[in-house]
C-alpha cells in the first residue's frame, strides 16, 4: 500500500536517516492514503517550526505490521493509517527533495541490482551492510546540497567501494549506464513498541473501529478522559464520517488538543449543520489565536441561535477590554443566555447598560 507522511525537510531527512520515531509523548506515526491530506499537515508543520513542508512516499504492508505488532497496534479508517510503533527506514519509497533517485535500503538495492542485472533474489540485499552505508551517504548528501542530484558516476564509484564483491570481474561503462528505478514491497523488522499503552486503549480503538457514529463517539471520548497525545489526529480521522453527531463530537474535543491542524478545520465553518458550524467555530476561536476576534464576531453573527450560544462560550477566555467588539456584539444579541454570559463576565469592565 503506498501512504504518504507529511512532516519537515528538517524532520524528513532524520526519518530518511532513522527510521520512523513516534513524536513524544506520542507512541504512534501517521500515515494517509492521501497525498493532499499529508501535504496540509506538513505545511501545518512547516509553519510552526518556520522550515519548509515535506511529503514522503511510504509502502507498507498492513498484513505484517499486524503480524508484527499486533493486530490492535495498526489502525486504519477512513484512508488514514496509524502504528503504534517505530519503523525502519526502509519503508520510506524515496527522499522528498529526490523523488527519482534512490535514497532509501530498498531502493538502493533495486538500482544496486539493476546496474548489474541482476535479479531480486541473486542481488544484494537492502539488509546488507554495503547499502545501508550507501542510504546513509545519499541521505546525508540530499541533507547538506538540497537542490543538487546525486549523479550515476557518484552511485556507482559508492557501490564499489561497499560492496566490492558484487563488482569483482565485472566491467561497467559510466557514461553509458542505464539505471531502471524499481522499488519493492517493504519487508518490517523492528522492535514493536516505545512505552506501554494504557490498558483502556484496546477499548477506545474497538469502538473507533465499528461503523456506527455512536460507538465512534464513545471512541472518542474515551480517548479524551484518556488524555491520548493523539487525540486531535483521532478527531480529524473521524471529520471524515458523515455523521453530524460524530463530526460534532470531534470538534467539541479538539479544544482538549495541545497541537492542531487549523487548516483542517476551516472547511466545517461553512458546514449546513448547524451543530458542526458552531463546533467549527467555537474550536477556532480557541486555538487561531492570531485570528480569534474574527472567529468570535463570525459565531455571534450566526442567524441560528444554537451556532451563537456554541460561540459565546469562548468569551470567558478573552479579555472584556481588549475584545470590547465582541463583547458588545455578545451583550446585545437577542438570546438571554448569551447576555448573560457576557454581562458576568464584562461587570466592571466599562460597558454600559444593556438592554436584554
Not at 161 to 183: A, G, T
Not at 341 to 356: D, V, Y
Request: charged share 30%; aromatic share 6%; hydrophobic share 35%.
Amino acid at each position: 500500500m503506498i501512504v504518504y507522511h507529511g512532516t519537515t525537510e528538517s524532520r524528513a531527512r532524520r526519518i530518511c536517516a532513522e527510521g520512523f520515531l513516534p513524536k513524544r509523548p506520542s507512541r504512534r506515526v501517521w500515515f494517509a492514503r492521501g497525498h493532499g491530506y499529508a501535504m496540509g499537515r506538513a505545511r501545518t508543520q512547516a509553519r510552526r517550526a518556520h522550515d519548509h513542508p515535506a511529503v514522503l512516499t511510504c509502502e507498507l504492508n498492513l498484513g505484517r505490521l499486524r503480524a508484527q505488532f499486533g493486530r490492535k497496534k495498526v489502525f486504519y479508517k477512513n484512508g488514514i493509517i496509524s502504528i503504534d510503533g517505530k519503523l525502519p527506514v526502509s519503508v520510506v519509497r524515496s527522499y522528498p527533495a529526490s523523488a527519482d533517485q534512490p535514497s532509501s535500503p530498498h531502493a538502493m538495492a533495486a538500482w544496486v541490482n539493476d546496474v548489474l542485472g541482476l535479479r531480486k533474489h541473486k542481488g544484494v540485499g537492502w539488509r546488507h551492510s554495503g547499502i545501508q552505508r550507501m542510504a546513509s551517504w545519499a541521505v546525508h548528501r540530499y541533507a547538506e546540497r538540497p537542490n543538487s542530484r546525486i549523479s550515476d558516476k557518484e552511485l556507482l564509484s559508492k557501490a564499489r567501494q561497499w560492496l566490492p564483491e558484487y563488482f569483482e570481474n565485472v566491467v561497467i561503462d559510466p557514461d553509458r549506464l542505464s539505471v531502471s528505478r524499481r522499488y519493492h514491497a517493504v519487508t518490517v523488522d523492528v522492535d514493536a513498541g516505545l512505552e506501554k499503552a494504557d490498558e483502556r486503549e484496546e477499548e477506545a480503538l474497538g469502538h473507533l473501529d465499528r461503523n456506527k457514529s455512536e460507538d465512534r463517539i464513545k471512541g472518542l471520548r474515551l480517548l479524551a478522559e484518556m488524555e491520548d497525545p493523539d487525540l486531535f489526529d483521532w478527531c480529524l480521522l473521524c471529520l471524515e464520517d458523515p455523521s453530524v453527531n460524530l463530526q460534532a463530537t470531534a470538534l467539541h474535543l479538539m479544544t482538549q488538543c495541545n497541537d492542531v491542524d487549523v487548516d483542517s478545520i476551516l472547511p466545517f465553518v461553512e458546514s449546513g449543520s448547524k451543530r458542526v458550524r458552531g463546533a467549527a467555530l467555537r474550536v477556532l476561536a480557541h486555538h487561531d489565536r492570531e485570528n480569534t476576534e474574527r472567529w468570535m464576531r463570525m459565531g455571534l453573527s450566526d442567524s441560528a441561535p444554537c451556532v451563537r450560544v456554541e460561540t459565546s462560550h469562548g468569551l470567558k477566555e478573552l479579555d472584556p477590554e481588549e475584545h470590547r467588539e465582541v463583547f458588545l456584539l455578545a451583550l446585545h444579541d437577542p438570546n438571554p443566555d448569551i447576555v448573560k454570559r457576557a454581562g458576568k463576565l464584562a461587570k466592571g469592565k466599562g460597558f454600559a447598560t444593556w438592554r436584554r
